[in-house]
Antibody, heavy 121, light 108 residues
Framework: EVQLVESGGGLVKPGGSLRLSCTAS????????MTWVRQAPGKGLEWVGR??????????DYAAPVKGRFTTSRDDSKNTLYLQMNGLKTEDTAVYYC????????????WGQGTLVTVSS | QSVLTQPPSASGTPGQRVTISCSGS????????VYWYQQLPGTAPKLLIC???QRPSGVPDRFSGSKSGTSASLAISGLRTEDEADYYC?????????FGTGTKVTVL
């Protein structure tokens, strides 16, 4: 059974930093392209960024609102995905989900339960 | 701000057919597959439709997707109370994945 478990959320002041983790199990993590999606309270879904598998060059892409401030990385030896968030703004307040695809073109099929990040003074 | 536009709400009575539209452009829907996600209250999203009109295993055939040009639609036939949720379309736009603005479906 595929499981994605996010952790690391919490309250942080504007301008601060936070690192989220997503621990994966039930599939070959090293082969997976991993994605972060967020959802501000009462708002819609927003794609944050993605990291490809190392076999597919391991490159990353980010949405414009977080580019230059957020960095996603992976440790395949630990089956763990990370999201380093720097220069946090109040508008970054959201539930952050870790998600991945199922083979056969089923994009963002598996989702974690999400972790809440609150940016407030 | 999302580049995929959906109506904020849709509703129907049990058994009715409800359709949700998703309007994009040539850089997203016009040149890539469309995906649909269902989000029940308080839960993570669930993939409902992939590659325009394909249902992942376990998704009831009451849900169907279609695409024409730079627009797409999700239809729910035989509406049930458990279909009350938020629905989002999504597509690739260059190397970025964009979600629609979301539609809240209410079962009257």
């Amino acid at each position: 059974e595929v499981q994605l478990v996010e952790s690391g959320g919490g309250l942080v002041k504007p301008g601060g930093s936070l690192r989220l983790s997503c621990t994966a199990s039930g599939f070959t993590f090293s082969n997976a392209w991993m994605t972060w999606v967020r959802q501000a309270p009462g708002k819609g879904l927003e794609w944050v960024g993605r990291i490809k598998s190392k076999d597919d060059d391991g490159t990353t892409d980010y949405a414009a609102p977080v580019k230059g401030r957020f960095t996603t990385s992976r440790d395949d030896s630990k089956n763990t995905l990370y999201l380093q968030m720097n220069g946090l703004k109040t508008e970054d307040t959201a539930v952050y989900y870790c998600t991945t695809d199922r083979p056969g073109g089923e994009l963002l099929y598996y989702w974690g339960q999400g972790t809440l990040v609150t940016v407030s003074s | 701000q999302s580049v995929l536009t959906q109506p904020p709400s849709a509703s129907g009575t049990p058994g009715q057919r409800v359709t949700i539209s998703c309007s994009g452009s040539t850089s997203n829907i016009g040149s890539n597959y469309v995906y649909w996600y269902q989000q029940l209250p308080g839960t993570a999203p669930k993939l409902l439709i992939c590659r325009n009109d394909q249902r992942p295993s376990g998704v009831p055939d009451r849900f169907s997707g279609s695409k024409s040009g730079t627009s797409a639609s999700l239809a729910i036939s035989g509406l049930r109370t458990e279909d009350e949720a938020d629905y989002y379309c999504a597509a690739w736009d260059d190397s970025l994945y964009v979600f629609g603005t979301g539609t809240k479906v209410t079962v009257l």
